[in-house]
Each structure stands twice: as C-alpha cells, then as structure tokens.
C-alpha cells in the first residue's frame, strides 16, 4: 500500500459494503474484534487498518451468516463535528414503485433503533412514485402506463 505525506487530524476508514450496520459489525475472522467503520488518528493507523480490513468478510445485523466481503474501502477526513443519517428506502414487497425519504440529526449508527424509541427524531417524506421505464410504457412513468 502505497503511502503519502498526508497531515490530517483525524480520519475515517469504512468498509463499502451493501448493508448496514458496518459500525457495529465485526468480521469473521475476528468477531471480537474491531468494527467495519473505524476513526484512526494517522496515515500509518489508516494503512494498518485499512490492511487489517480489506478483502476481509464483514457480518453485520443486516448481512446475519450471510456476510460481505469487503473489497472496497473509503477513506476520508473526518471533519465533521457531528454526523446526520439520510437515506432512501427504494421499493418493498408492499409498493416496490415507491420511494420513502427518511432523515435524522442522531446519525446513522442505530437508525432502526433510533426510529423505534424516537419517531420525531426520524422524519420521513410521503412515498413518491419513482417512474419505472421498459419497452412497453416507453419512457412513460409508471402512473402514466397504469
């Protein structure tokens, strides 16, 4: 891995995985041992970290036995004195043309618990049709077609 002459108080070193819950997860091979997202305080601790993780399988609630491999790390600046949570909800079995909103002031960490214990702190849009394009509606959103 190659190093540079970066000065940085504090980064952020995260497995890009497709789940969530990679704070609080572990990888297999050491399930007590540090999270998927971590805060390191040198370019020397990004690159020991960021060894320890990549190509490693993260279980996270999400993934459960199933897992992820993390083959992609990102790695930034932590400047932030504080992190919000946004995130889109893309489908369901219940409407899968529909996209719900959803944001937080408590960060990401949690989120289903946040949104359980404290509604108010989880606002979230009204569902809005995504428009849903294939040969036969050609280009015409789904509510056009229906």
């Known amino acids: ?14 497995s890009q995985i497709h789940a969530g819950g990679r704070g609080a997860g572990r990888f297999a091979d050491d399930p007590n041992g540090k999270s998927g997202v971590r805060v390191v305080k040198s370019v020397d601790d990004v690159c020991a970290n960021a060894q320890q993780m990549l190509s490693k399988v993260l279980v996270t609630k999400q993934t459960g036995s199933a897992s992820r491999e993390a ?10 004195a504080r992190a919000l949570y946004f995130g889109m909800l893309v489908g369901c079995a219940t409407s899968p043309s529909r996209i719900t909103i959803m944001a937080s002031t408590e960060g990401g960490m949690e989120i289903e618990e946040v ?32």
């Open 1 to 14: 891995m190659r190093r540079t002459r970066w000065a940085a108080p504090v980064w952020v070193v995260k």
């Open 71 to 80: 083959a992609i790390l990102y790695i930034r600046l932590r400047y932030r």
């Open 115 to 146: 949104a359980h214990r404290t509604p108010e702190k989880t606002p979230r849009s009204r569902s809005i049709r995504r428009p849903v394009c294939s040969p036969f509606t050609r280009g015409r959103s789904r509510s056009d077609s229906d």
